[in-house]
């Protein structure tokens, strides 16, 4: 069954996070959380830090996520090396998404019981966020740091939300 559209997951609700209470939560299907150079020693000689900040607040599907990392990362591993810059997604999907499957087409009225037991079944995972919260830095040298911001750019682009790039020194990051 294909996808429901963001539109329908964007609002945020109560969260449902209790795995030990859900069967058959779906994985978190993000491989990497840090890119690039993740080690501290290496990432000492980065100066500049790109932030993308979420502007609304609202949910943001695993599937967006994922596709806004692997946007970021193409770019940022094919402009320069991963040795010279530090990729971070900050936020984790610990919000389980329920779907209420209904049959869509002729005769699906005599199979489905409509709103009867209408709790739903575990389809995917999603970040709660609230506006001004952090979803991505990029750690870079100084003289990369068009490159960084033109990565967050892309990965903006798969975002069901409104997103600010803020560019700014290492030692003035905060939230």
Do not use: W
Request: aromatic share 6%.
């Amino acid at each position: 069954m294909p996808l429901r559209p963001a539109r329908c997951y964007k609002r945020i609700k109560r969260p449902y996070t209790r795995l030990k209470y859900i069967h058959g939560a779906p994985y978190v299907q993000i491989p990497r959380f840090e890119m690039g150079a993740t080690k501290a020693k290496d990432r000492e000689r980065f100066t500049s830090v790109a932030v993308l900040r979420v502007l609304e607040g609202g949910q943001i599907r695993v599937n967006a996520l994922e596709a806004a990392r692997q946007m970021a990362y193409k770019y940022l591993s094919k402009v320069l090396t991963d040795q010279n810059f530090y990729l971070k997604i900050i936020k984790y999907p610990h919000h389980v998404i329920r779907e209420n499957k209904m049959l869509a087409m002729a005769g699906a009225d005599r199979l489905q019981e409509g709103m009867r037991l209408a709790f739903g079944v575990p389809t995917g995972r999603a970040i709660q966020i609230e506006p001004g919260e952090v979803l991505m830095i990029v750690e870079v040298e100084d003289r990369n740091i068009t490159h960084a911001k033109e990565a967050l750019n892309r990965a903006r682009a798969k975002l069901p939300l409104p997103c600010r790039i803020e560019l700014t020194r290492k030692s003035v990051i905060k939230g």
